[in-house]
């Protein structure tokens, strides 16, 4: 079986996954990893198979937020398959597993093109209900690449609450609008910065952004998740909040947006 892209190629279904979901973002630093890692883990806690497809080949930074940073996957040289690392009951595979910490990755496009394409077809995903791809931010090789390729489900934006932000969450809607996948709706990351001390919201970075764009796109927010210290802080000890503190406050968040995607 095989779709047809807007170019007329052939789209690959990989065999054994159900949906392929961007997590994607107009701009970088909006919070695009710390959603896909969290949804991920959210998702495969209420028993779906979930994998997590790190396709930021510049700067990826899944290996970390999984706590696997440092672990090598299995590759099979003779079938060319890559086999996925697992951790917190989701599959993810990342170029960041195949390089050193600190090599930068000096690549042109085509082969940013060759090294998502190898990611998607030759790791052995098995059954998954969910795929979830962390997608690099803009609208470059990687995003032409994944939907000229296999069948995208649909794509989560995410985006913080500022103008700027929201101006290049747009160029990402329009981006997927063209490449006839639908916007399954938006994450406004960053929402409100709650105080640790006292527990009060401030709405440092505007409100109001992300509900304009989706009546402009007639896509939904799928979740507002406010800027809080505990969310960063799991992050970077490589242990995501819903797998930290699954029922924290701030879990919950991911844990009702996994029920909307
Ligand atoms: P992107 O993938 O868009 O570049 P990241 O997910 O790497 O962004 O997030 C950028 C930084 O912001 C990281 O240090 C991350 O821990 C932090 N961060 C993201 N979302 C939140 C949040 N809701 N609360 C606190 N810190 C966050």
Redesign the pocket.
Same mark, same amino acid.
């Given at each position: 079986m095989s779709a047809k892209t807007t170019q007329g190629q052939a789209k690959e279904h990989l065999p054994g996954v159900a949906n392929i979901v961007a997590v994607a +973002?107009g701009k =970088? =630093? %909006? =919070?695009?990893?710390?959603?896909a890692v969290n949804l991920a883990v959210a998702m495969a806690q209420t028993g779906a198979r979930v994998g997590l497809l790190d396709a930021d080949i510049y700067g990826p +930074?899944i290996p970390r937020m999984m706590g696997l940073a440092g672990y090598k996957p299995q590759i099979d040289y003779d079938t060319k398959t890559i086999h996925p690392l697992e951790n917190y009951g989701v599959k993810t595979i990342s170029i960041g597993y195949m390089i050193e910490d600190n090599q930068a990755m000096l690549w042109r496009g085509p082969m940013v093109a060759g090294a998502l394409s190898q990611l998607l077809t030759d790791v052995a995903w098995g059954e998954l209900d969910y795929l979830f791809v962390d997608m690099p931010?803009g609208t470059g090789d990687a995003q032409l690449t994944l939907t000229q390729k296999v069948p995208v489900t649909g794509a989560v934006l %995410?985006t913080t609450p500022q103008d700027i932000a929201l101006l290049d969450c747009r160029k990402g809607i329009e981006m997927f609008r063209k490449a006839r996948v639908p916007a399954l709706g938006i994450v406004e990351?960053?929402s409100q910065f709650i105080c640790p001390n006292c527990g009060h919201a401030s709405a440092i970075f505007a409100e109001g952004g992300a509900e304009r764009l989706s009546q402009e796109f007639k896509t939904e927010v799928l979740a507002h998740?406010?800027?809080?210290?505990k969310?960063?802080e799991k992050?970077?000890e490589g242990t995501p909040i819903v797998a930290a503190f699954p029922d924290s406050e701030q879990a919950k968040h991911y844990t009702a947006l996994a029920g909307e995607v």
């Open positions: +973002s =970088g =630093g %909006v =919070g695009k990893s710390t959603t +930074s931010p %995410v990351n960053m998740i406010p800027l809080d210290i969310i960063r992050a970077d």
